[in-house]
């Protein structure tokens, strides 16, 4: 009895020694900034970015190195970080980099990764920009990213700008729309993982510079979107909706179909009748132009508004399979919404 007490007791203080360990170097690694020292390299190398600009007196460091201004975001990810460079969609005010990420040459490497690639691309345009670089280690920069896969980069931004659509550019966004063939809209998506990961799918088939439409309810663009969506965020443009059900009116009159999303239900329509219906107006049109539509996706749990749902023209609803199963309660009974939205938005590309 007294040897499973003290195996007990003796785990329980490994793991409590473990937790304060990993604080004390979390706040070690803030304590570090402090000290310039740390974020220069012993022997820099010839490709990595000069920092002593940020040293300098016209440019003195900051007070407290690791505060942020309330209303940025880290963003992190080589990927997220890369493309928020290229694209300039956001100001950037500081880059975070790991420090033996920073020490090491591709070019000296063989066979490098895409990810060290990736890095060394986004010090070169850092470089360029002039942003300052600072160096930390890898619990510092998992503490800014809230322990999210940051492969060593973290870069401190403004936020990814919304426009609200409003009666003064009512005009102007319709106008833009117009061009583009399946116009989006998310009601009330509020996981920013499956956000992501349908601005990603939409990317990647829409292409870049197309315009999605978020309402009130749906999430924020927040870091965690953004490397989920693999730096789509940064591709794409946004329009915040204030009265969803008055704009679909707006899109119809550009002759389109608006389709809903919902579950499986005595008044919802397959996927492959929505699109014999798309291709037969399609064939029916004057010039035979490819028929646009307006759909719209709603919350994972609730599904989209009562309002916005009595705007539709068809409900839409992905079936199962059609198997007999022994236990059907233990079947999966319905898809993750950015799931369904891959399996729609490319059903509808090939009318």
Do not use: W
């Amino acid at each position: 009895m007294s040897v499973r007490i003290a195996c007990s007791i003796c785990e329980r203080s490994k793991s409590f020694n473990y937790r304060v360990t990993c604080r004390f170097l979390s706040l070690s690694s803030y304590r570090c900034a402090k000290n310039p020292s740390f974020r220069r390299p012993r022997s820099p190398l010839s490709f990595r970015p000069k920092l002593d600009f940020e040293q300098s007196e016209d440019n003195p460091p900051d007070e407290f190195e690791f505060e942020s201004r309330q209303s940025n975001d880290f963003i992190y990810g080589v990927y997220p970080c890369l493309l928020a460079l290229k694209s300039k969609s956001r100001d950037v005010h500081r880059a975070f980099i790991r420090r033996d990420y920073y020490q090491t040459d591709p070019s000296r490497v063989q066979n490098p990764s895409k990810m060290l690639r990736g890095v060394r691309q986004i010090l070169d345009i850092l470089e360029e920009e002039r942003v300052p670089v600072m160096l930390y280690n890898r619990a510092a920069l998992s503490f800014m990213a809230q322990d999210k896969p940051h492969q060593g980069v973290v870069l401190e931004v403004s936020p990814r700008p919304v426009i609200t659509i409003e009666e003064d550019n009512m005009e102007e966004v319709l106008q833009l729309l117009a061009k583009q063939r399946h116009v989006v809209i998310l009601d009330g998506i509020r996981d920013p993982m499956n956000l992501g990961a349908i601005l990603r799918t939409f990317c990647f088939l829409m292409g870049s510079d197309n315009s999605v439409i978020l309402t009130r309810q749906t999430s924020v663009l927040s870091p965690a979107c953004a490397k989920a969506s693999s730096g789509a965020v940064e591709m794409l443009n946004f329009y915040k909706s204030l009265d969803t059900p008055a704009l679909i009116d707006k899109l119809r009159s550009q002759n389109r179909v608006v389709v809903g999303t919902d579950e499986p239900g005595p008044n919802t329509t397959s996927l492959e009748e929505i699109c014999h219906v798309m291709r037969k107006m399609s064939s029916e049109a004057a010039n035979n132009s490819e028929q646009k539509s307006v759909v719209v996706f709603g919350f994972e749990g609730s599904g989209v508004s009562k309002d916005v749902l009595e705007k539709c023209d068809h409900i839409l609803a992905i079936t199962s399979s059609e198997t007999e199963l022994e236990n059907p309660e233990l079947s999966v009974n319905s898809l993750n919404v950015s799931a369904a939205f891959a399996i729609i938005l490319y059903r509808l590309l090939q009318i």
